[in-house]
């Protein structure tokens, strides 16, 4: 799920629908968060973080992508390796 005319930096936790937003300006911008989120995202709960926090949530999320890649990969290569020796 990706809203490209959210306006605040995001990630979003669609296991736990949540989205984590860092709000530059602070209060009284965060006041508008929960409505901001119900329309871009229905049934998603918005939380406000840090921009450090938001940087690292993304930071696990293309590592947790790069690690499930590798994995597929190295799957797929296995497989191929054991039907050409059966």
């Not at 450090?52 to 930071?59: T, V």
């Not at 190295?74 to 059966?86: A, D, G």
Request: net charge positive; charged share 20%; proline share 5%.
């Amino acid at each position: 799920m990706s809203v490209s005319n959210f306006r605040w930096d995001h990630w979003i936790d669609e296991e736990n629908k949540e989205v984590w937003v860092y709000i530059p300006g602070g209060y009284p911008a965060t006041m508008g968060l929960p409505l901001a989120v119900q329309r871009a995202f229905p049934g998603y709960k918005g939380t406000i973080c840090s921009n450090s926090l938001l940087q690292k949530l993304k930071g696990n999320e293309q590592e947790k992508r790069r690690l499930t890649t590798v994995s597929l990969m190295s799957t797929l290569q296995n497989l191929s390796t054991s039907r050409s020796i059966s």
